[in-house]
């Protein structure tokens, strides 16, 4: 069985936890290349452009080396330009899951689509991140 499987049957969160997994378009923001200065973390992020627009969301065990790996890449030209990133906590077992969520209510231009997920909290999730940031960024 594999982990999204397991989430859709078994994972069940409170209220409290699915808001929790809520960045909100006014959450603290990280040059570039720069580690969080809460240090490293496990989550979901999400990097911007120089207009401030989202360019792309992603998952992370390690959120800071992540994003610096994306960093030189765009310096050698491999990716779109950005200029900061943001990142929510959220607990390894519901990356995929979560990160899912974020990619279907926001589409950012460097997501691929992916099929929608079969986590039970999926659509409540995709609604609270729509009424946050609305259907598209």
């Given at each position: ?12 969160l ?22 969080p200065?809460s ?67 926001l ?13 039970r ?7 609270m ?9």
């Amino acid at each position: 069985m594999s982990d999204r499987e397991f989430l859709s049957e078994h994972e069940y969160l409170t209220p409290d936890e699915i808001r929790a997994l809520l960045l909100r378009p006014d959450a603290q923001v990280y040059p570039a290349g720069k580690y969080p200065p809460s240090g490293e973390a496990c989550g979901i992020y999400m990097l911007f452009g120089e207009d401030g627009g989202l360019l792309y969301v992603g998952k992370s065990v390690g959120v800071g080396y992540r994003n610096v790996q994306h960093y030189w890449a765009m310096k050698r030209g491999a990716r779109s330009p950005f200029v900061e990133y943001a990142f929510v906590p959220v607990q390894e077992r519901l990356l995929a899951a979560v990160e899912s969520a974020y990619i279907h209510a926001l589409e950012p231009p460097e997501n691929k689509a992916m099929p929608p997920d079969g986590w039970r909290h999926h659509r409540e999730l995709v609604a609270m991140i729509q009424g946050a940031w609305g259907p598209k960024v």
